[in-house]
């Protein structure tokens, strides 16, 4: 198995899935700033031109965090990534997928990529002002979620590494002073052992 990463980006949360199940997988740097992700060689696994980026031992390629989570979970029942019951895996779903669509795709894509928005110049502060509005209201939402529990679900899921990845974000290249919970949260986190195998392969500091 390949994960296709590139250091900071939102694979961080897959890199360290990987490291929370201990199994000997590869891991190889995209770089993104020089268009790596748009060469062909990258485009033939995944024509999306994005990380994560999964090679399976059969060569065939899953993208998608959730789906990648997902699937990593599924197929390593000893990590206890995902609780059994169907309820517990929807939540973990629902978690991510706003984690990944709402806070990540729009909130800091609007704060980082405001020429993807903005039909002119004159936008682009304004553009950017949503989007760091959709992010912080984003972490209230994680953080009303979060509750009085450790995770996300109670126990330690996919969906903490969703979270992480946008708490990571937030903290380190927004600058912001996170809510109560998340912020326990992600010092709970780079707490754990794997992450912290993560944060040093991919030259990170929490
Ligand atoms: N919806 C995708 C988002 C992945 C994504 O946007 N990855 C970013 C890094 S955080 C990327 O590869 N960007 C490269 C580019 O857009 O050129 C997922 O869930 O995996």
Redesign the pocket.
């Known amino acids: 198995m390949k994960l296709l990463y ?1 250091p900071g ?3 961080l949360g897959i890199h360290l899935l990987l490291e929370e199940i201990g199994k000997p997988y590869d891991a190889e740097l ?1 770089n ?1 700033r020089e ?1 790596a ?2 060469k062909p060689e990258f485009t033939a696994l995944n024509p ?5 980026t999964l090679v399976r031992d059969d060569g065939t390629v899953l ?6 989570a997902f699937w990593l979970a599924r197929t390593n029942p000893g990590a206890h990534l995902l609780p059994d019951d169907a309820d517990s895996q929807t939540r973990a779903l629902e978690a991510m997928d706003y984690v ?2 709402t806070m ?2 729009r909130g800091f ?1 609007m704060i980082f990529r405001p020429d993807m928005f903005a039909t002119a110049p004159a936008e682009t502060e304004a553009v950017k002002a949503r989007g760091l509005a959709m992010f912080t209201r984003g972490l209230e939402v994680m953080d009303a979620m979060l509750g009085d529990k450790d995770y996300l679900l109670g126990s330690f899921s996919v969906a903490d590494a969703a979270l992480f990845y946008v708490e990571f974000w937030g903290a380190g290249r927004l600058q912001l002073d996170l809510p109560a919970r998340c912020k326990a949260h992600y010092a709970r986190m780079l707490a754990r052992p794997a992450v912290a195998r993560m944060m040093a392969a991919e030259g990170l500091v929490g």
């Open positions: 590139a980006a939102c694979s995209v993104l268009g992700q748009f999306k031109s994005k990380v994560p993208t998608e965090f959730p789906a990648i990944v669509s990540h795709m894509t």
